[in-house]
């Protein structure tokens, strides 16, 4: 069986798409946290239906991503930076799923519904209860600046192989030619 040199077309979509996204998701919640103006109800409107559609995305990515082969890291590669890639990943995988289900248990702790669209709501996933939705607040405030934190990093990470070791591991993610065992002049 060969091994891929990049990440499937569908992996790569689903990346690029939920980077948007999360960025976007990121902003609109600190906006709508500092902006008690008539536009924090639309900021309010547009967190919680995209906060599900994450959800969704995450899932559907994690489900490709077990089921498709994917680039190794280059052999050259130390195994502690591996290992931290490997549990960087992990954190992603897991604050991605970990804050929407958060968001929606605040909400439906505080009572407040989650509106998809018009009239189509989820139901509530845990009792109205103040000081659980307290609670949660904190902990989505926690895990959202955590996964900023984490983006940053993953960020960071890449655009380190990407000038750095030169080896082609961002490029498994866009359209290059992907991962290469050695870094060029070596």
């Known amino acids: 069986m060969n091994t891929?040199?990049?990440?499937?077309?569908?992996?790569?979509?689903?990346?690029?798409?939920?980077?948007?996204?999360?960025l976007a998701m990121l902003f609109i919640g600190v906006s709508m946290v500092g902006d008690l103006s008539p536009r924090h109800s639309a900021l309010v409107a547009l967190h919680k239906p995209l906060g599900v559609t994450l959800l969704v995305l995450v899932l559907i990515r994690l489900t490709v991503r077990l089921t498709r082969p994917v680039p190794p890291l280059p052999a050259d590669m130390p195994g502690w930076q591996q290992r931290i890639a490997m549990?960087?990943?992990?954190?992603l995988y897991g604050l991605m799923i970990a804050l929407p289900l958060v968001g929606w248990a605040m909400q439906s702790a505080g009572d407040y519904p989650v509106v998809l669209h018009e009239s189509l709501l989820l139901p509530p996933i845990v009792p109205q209860d103040a000081r659980l939705y307290a609670s949660l607040r904190v902990a989505h405030t926690v895990l959202a600046y955590l996964l900023f934190i984490s983006i940053l990093a993953h960020l960071a990470a890449a655009l380190y192989h990407a000038l750095i070791?030169?080896?082609?591991?961002?490029?498994?993610?866009?359209?290059?030619s992907g991962i290469r065992s050695?870094?060029?002049g070596q």
């Not at 891929?4 to 996204?21: E, I, Q, Y």
């Not at 549990?87 to 954190?91: A, I, Q, T, W």
């Open 4 to 22: 891929p040199t990049r990440f499937s077309p569908l992996l790569r979509v689903l990346h690029w798409l939920m980077a948007f996204l999360l």
């Open 87 to 91: 549990l960087s990943h992990l954190l």
């Open 182 to 184: 050695m870094p060029d």
């Open 165 to 176: 070791r030169r080896d082609g591991v961002l490029s498994s993610m866009t359209t290059g």
